[in-house]
Nanobody, 124 residues
């Protein structure tokens, strides 16, 4: 089992920045990709970004490309999401997840462990 705990959410004005962190604990010895997803009010969960174990491959949703950056520190079992130039439409609960394998997948079915989420609210 892997436990995930997100932090860093909050309220920010449009154009501002936030940095989300996700700490993994438990059985973290495997090599797997990790990702961030989000769920906005009244909408389905959507893919945001993913990163392979080495950090050598990343993949972003078109809606965040150029504004968000995913990174990881395997020594600390953490993955971060730096969010810049935030927009009101970025308002959502953000979740980190562990992928089933070391592949930068964008579909939720490719992930088997999820955190509880952290709220990000961007005011206009």
């Amino acid at each position: 089992q892997v436990q995930l705990a997100e932090s860093g959410g909050g309220l920010v004005q449009a154009g501002g920045s936030l940095r989300l962190s996700c700490a993994a604990s438990g059985r973290t010895g495997g090599r797997y990709a990790m990702g961030w997803f989000r769920r906005a009010p009244g909408k389905e969960r959507e893919f945001v970004a993913t990163i392979t174990w080495s950090g050598g491959s990343t993949y972003y949703a078109d809606s965040v490309k150029g504004r968000f950056t995913i990174s990881r520190d395997n020594a600390k079992n953490m993955v971060d999401l730096q969010m810049n130039s935030l927009k009101p439409e970025d308002t959502a609960i953000y979740y980190c997840a562990v992928a089933i394998r070391n592949y930068p997948a964008a579909h939720p079915s490719e992930y088997n462990y999820w955190g509880q989420g952290t709220q990000v609210t961007v005011s206009s």
